[in-house]
């Protein structure tokens, strides 16, 4: 089901032949970002082929109207989109006349790299052009960890059978439309424009809510080394502005036109400085020089992968696999900015709308947790208590009263910007995800601060919506839970998904038990909430216990399974081994209306409830039900392999849990969705983490210590990495002979290997 044609390798992202029809995949896995910014790896020359151009700004978004064939109350006005923002790599090439362009030059050679250690592009290629003269190139692209407004460019050019009239022409474009524009409309309007023989300058604002973004840039020419003038023309239109550079290419002569860009938006600045501020950031990366900017990527890159990297002994794949998922992790998501948070497909793509979904709390946390530290990840989760109001308003939308707080499925500001009726009013396991990622924060860093600060008045919220989402039924004398999704979206509108109903219990009974601590903690902040929130705490505190006692799980007692739903075994019992291979995936073969009456499982549903809630149920219940739902899964959504990988090596089933694990890591790289064009799954990404460090590293947080069962494939020589668990920096390193854990840094800590005590 993959589709590999990058070269294996464990440091490198390496395509070393052109093929036009891959382009756009290839555009999305080679793209760069700093986690303000990101860029697909579009040419810089133009390009008439198959291509995505996208270059998109953290918190700059646009609400795009909803297009929906029929309206129904509660929909939400806008889908929100991440924009495609100004086009600062574009450098045209002309040579005796006739443009540069790999769709239609003869191309002789082509190698693209991501070196994933530097945080840098490069690509070479040599083409021959229809007048018969070779025109070869080196690149180099990279936008800077440091300095959060700057891309860099370093094109080095030379002429082959002869000397050519040249014209070199480096832009800015921000008249670029987004491809999944609702109904086609361009979602920038240009402000002013400027050019002239070294530099050009654009500015534009969104045509709603205002933002403004002013791209400046300044380039150098030189020969052999050597800064050189060419003749130069500057023009400009709106949105729009070039310098046209002309001369004589020399054959033999190697040409490099450095580019640097500045790009600011009015997220981060005020508006009344931008043109400036672009300005001068500009000037100063020219100042400094490609070469100094370089080091310093090389340098921030280096301290980077020192505590996040994963070293997998004696299996190429896999390294490069999870290399991977942690540099795109990385380069999407720093933790600096509270208002950030991390899109499906971060800075590489559209899909989506570059929007927060549950992903984050559900499978990023615990990767910035563990490798970025605690402030990092407390952003995440001071992102939604900043959202909480918006997600009371979302509840009452929807009917919810006294507070109920539904956070959203989709949303930049808070607010549910989701279009889909089975998404937006059912998917409300969402909710639960919020809650969890307190659970999860408050144990692993053992900040029970949190909790009276933020983490209780967000579980307030969330435990008023599930006792009123909740309704007694008189058939079962038991609360049930009607008309959700659950996370396998090949579901839809069903009665008592087991997951659903699980987590809103759980939810309901962590946010009573957060309640008693902080009234035992901290009762002046206990105060404090009870009146902001307009908490009765006795009539609501029996109300939930009186829920929670009588939730109803449905079940199969003859199996011995927990049912995903109501009339799941009414269902044609069938293995996604029995599909044929050219109706998967199932999404791109099959009427929604046969994947709805069928088995088959998009991602873990039954199975996120055992991995959330582990500890609640014994190995042989685990046992049971991965058993019977994982051969029914067809692991068509980026975010379940991980889950399959950390249970199959909990049950030592390592042949399925290697498998899932190449699935999740090289999802992308190899294509296993046939999506890749679209963007790269960035938070499933997570999971990848997820799968290696929780799954064959076997790692668990019990009783404020981390415990270790680590079971390896079998021809893994070894596997180390390092935890930031609390105040301490762990090294762990791990084979299937013995155990190394070093504490590198921090306070004294004890943990658990194979249950047995080890200080350190």
């Known amino acids: 089901m993959h589709n590999k044609y990058l070269v294996t390798d464990e440091w490198r992202i390496i395509e070393n032949r052109w093929n036009p029809e891959l382009h756009q995949g290839s555009e999305s896995l080679f793209s760069i970002g700093n986690g303000f910014m990101g860029q697909r790896a579009n040419f810089e020359e133009d390009y008439s082929g198959q291509s995505l151009q996208g270059s998109y700004l953290g918190g700059v978004y646009y609400p795009d109207k909803t297009r929906v064939g029929w309206w129904k109350n509660g929909y939400p006005e806008y889908f929100a989109k991440v924009l495609n923002s100004v086009n600062w790599i574009g450098i045209r090439f002309e040579i005796n006349g006739e443009i540069l362009d790999l769709a239609k030059a003869k191309v002789l050679d082509f190698h693209r790299e991501l070196n994933m250690q530097e945080g840098v592009l490069y690509r070479n290629f040599k083409v021959e052009l229809s007048s018969g003269l070779s025109f070869k190139a080196e690149v180099s692209r990279f936008i800077s960890m440091q300095r959060k407004e700057i891309g860099a460019i370093q094109y080095s050019f030379q002429v082959e059978g002869g000397d050519a009239e040249v014209k070199v022409t480096p832009y800015l474009d921000f008249d670029v439309v987004n491809h999944d524009s609702n109904y086609d409309e361009k979602f920038w309007e240009g402000i002013s424009q400027t050019a002239d023989e070294t530099s050009s300058q654009v500015k534009a604002r969104t045509r709603k809510l205002d933002f403004e973004v002013s791209a400046a840039t300044q380039f150098k020419l030189l020969e052999n080394g050597t800064a050189f003038s060419a003749n130069s023309e500057s023009s400009s239109r709106d949105k729009y502005a070039e310098s046209c550079l002309t001369f004589k290419a020399h054959e033999g002569s190697i040409y490099q036109l450095q580019k640097f860009a500045a790009i600011c938006s009015s997220f981060h600045f005020g508006k009344e400085m931008l043109d400036q501020k672009a300005k001068d950031l500009a000037a100063e990366a020219t100042e400094l020089g490609f070469e100094a900017l370089l080091k310093e990527q090389k340098s921030d890159w280096t301290r980077r992968w020192e505590q996040s990297d994963i070293i997998i002994d004696g299996d190429a794949e896999a390294q490069q696999g999870i290399r991977f998922n942690i540099f795109q992790l990385t380069q999407t998501y720093t933790g600096e900015d509270a208002r950030l948070n991390i899109g499906p497909k971060g800075f590489t793509g559209e899909k989506y709308g570059g929007s927060t ?404």
Not at 481 to 510: D, F, H, Q, R, S
Not at 537 to 564: C, F, M, N, R
Request: charge should be negative; include cysteine; proline fraction near 3%.
């Open 357 to 760: 979904y549950w992903d984050t709390e559900a499978y990023c946390l615990p990767f910035y947790m563990a490798s970025a530290g605690k402030e990092v990840a407390r952003n995440l989760l001071v992102y939604r208590y900043n959202h909480l109001p918006k997600a009371i308003e979302n509840a009452e939308k929807l009917g919810f009263t006294n507070g109920a707080a539904l956070y959203p499925m989709v949303t930049m500001n808070g607010e549910e910007c989701h279009n889909e009726w089975e998404i937006t009013f059912e998917e409300i396991h969402r909710n639960g995800a919020i809650a969890y990622a307190i659970f999860n924060y408050t144990r692993y860093f053992g900040d029970e601060t949190y909790l009276a600060e933020y983490g209780l008045e967000v579980l307030i919220g969330i435990a008023r919506f599930w006792a009123q989402r909740f309704n007694w039924s008189e058939a079962k004398q038991q609360y049930v839970m009607l008309g959700v999704t659950g996370p396998n979206e090949y579901e839809n509108n069903v009665n008592n998904n087991w997951y659903t109903n699980y987590l809103a219990k759980w939810c309901i009974e962590y946010a009573a038990e957060v309640y008693k601590k902080v009234e035992a903690n901290d009762p002046s902040a206990l105060e404090r909430i009870k009146s902001k929130a307009n908490f009765n705490s006795t009539a609501e505190l029996e109300h939930w216990q009186e829920i929670t006692a009588k939730v109803y799980l449905p079940s199969d007692a003859e199996k011995g399974i927990v049912l995903q739903q109501e009339g799941f075994l009414d269902k044609e019992q069938r293995m996604a081994d029995d599909l044929p291979i050219e109706e998967r995936p199932i999404n791109q073969h099959w009427s929604w209306d046969r994947i709805l009456r069928s088995c088959f499982i998009k991602q873990a549903d039954v199975l996120q409830g055992f991995y959330f809630f582990e500890d609640h149920f014994s190995e042989e219940e685990l046992r049971r039900n991965f058993e019977f739902y994982e051969p029914r899964t067809v692991h068509e959504s980026s975010l379940s392999p991980c889950v399959h990988v950390v249970q199959a090596a909990k049950l030592n089933m390592m042949d399925k849990a290697y498998e899932m694990y190449l699935r999740t890591s090289r999802l992308d790289l190899d294509d296993y969705n046939r999506e890749v064009h679209e963007g790269l799954h960035i938070t499933s990404m997570a999971g990848t983490w997820l799968s290696v460090v929780e799954g064959f590293g076997g790692m668990r947080v019990k009783n404020g210590q981390l415990h270790f069962n680590p079971r390896l494939p079998e021809h893994w020589h070894s596997l180390s990495f390092k935890i930031n668990f609390r105040n301490s920096v762990l090294q762990i390193e791990l084979s299937n002979s013995n155990h190394k854990i070093e504490k590198l840094s921090g306070e004294p800590v004890e943990v658990l290997v194979h249950g047995e005590t080890i200080s350190l």
